[in-house]
């Protein structure tokens, strides 16, 4: 699984301390600080992260501003691109299970590094379950194509 991950400059720490415990953790991830080589703020941040899963470059993204919120309302943009903004890790691994959403989103301003690294995980470590799911999930992608164009 290709990993990417960015931030805000609310976020910096934050992310650095997630990237390297997923380093750790053996994943391939891509940190793209973009906001180092732009000028820019949340919403062209978490855009330039969205299109890189949109176009298959990387299959799960991890996007952390102040709130999680910014960075998910931009991501979901995107066509492709499902994200969720999670604090705790039941809804970090549903977000995966029961939405397979491909990006999630976290607040550095919200919760707490530790607890951060323990929801990336939850939501790494899991899969689409398919089941019930499958129908709603199915409808979100074609609801999707009313307005965006894949
Ligand atoms: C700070 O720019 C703050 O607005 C941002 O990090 C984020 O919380 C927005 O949703």
Redesign the pocket.
Known sequence: MKLVIDC????FDFKDAIYAHLKEEGYDITDLKYSSTHEC??PDIAFNLAEKISDGTYDRGILI???G???AMMANKVPGVFAGTCSDCFAAERLAKSNDANVITM?A?CIGVELGKMIADAFLKSEFGGGGSTRKVKRMRELETKYCHH
């Open positions: 805000d400059d609310a976020a703020d949340y501003c102040g709130t919120l910014g960075v607040g301003r």
